[in-house]
């Protein structure tokens, strides 16, 4: 089994910072892109910023300038500092991981999507 944990939410004045971290343990044998997604009450879930294994970022256009993705491959975890947030930023946070594990009869074929259990961040005004 993979577990997805992450830590960091909370509540925070609009302009505030909050940093996001999501730990991926369990039966890994090769870890990919990992990410952070967001869904606000009513919204769909959207992408708010993802890494590849080899550092390479991608971010939501109404994040960037003000929140860095990044990550330990050692530790197999993905950050996201948050600076400047807004308002709209609200939402639950999911972290993403893609990757292959291993089953009972070894390798798994191929990479599937693991999700955090997501965690709120409330910016006030």
């Known amino acids: 089994q993979v577990h997805l944990v992450e830590s960091g939410g909370g509540l925070v004045q609009a302009g505030g910072s909050l940093r996001l971290s999501c730990a991926a343990s369990?039966?890994?044998?090769?870890?990919?892109?990992m990410g952070w997604y967001r869904q606000a009450p009513g919204k769909q879930r959207e992408l708010v910023a993802d890494?590849?294994?080899?550092?390479?970022?991608n971010y939501a256009d109404s994040v960037k300038g003000r929140f860095t993705i990044s990550r330990d491959n050692a530790k197999n975890t993905v950050y996201l500092q948050m600076n400047s947030l807004k308002p709209e930023d609200t939402a639950v946070y999911y972290c993403n991981a893609v990757l292959r594990g291993y089953s009972d009869y070894g390798i798994e074929p191929g990479e599937r999507d693991y999700w955090g259990q997501g965690t709120q961040v409330t910016v006030s005004s």
């Open positions: 369990g039966s890994i044998f090769s870890l990919n892109a």
């Open positions: 890494i590849t294994s080899g550092g390479s970022a």
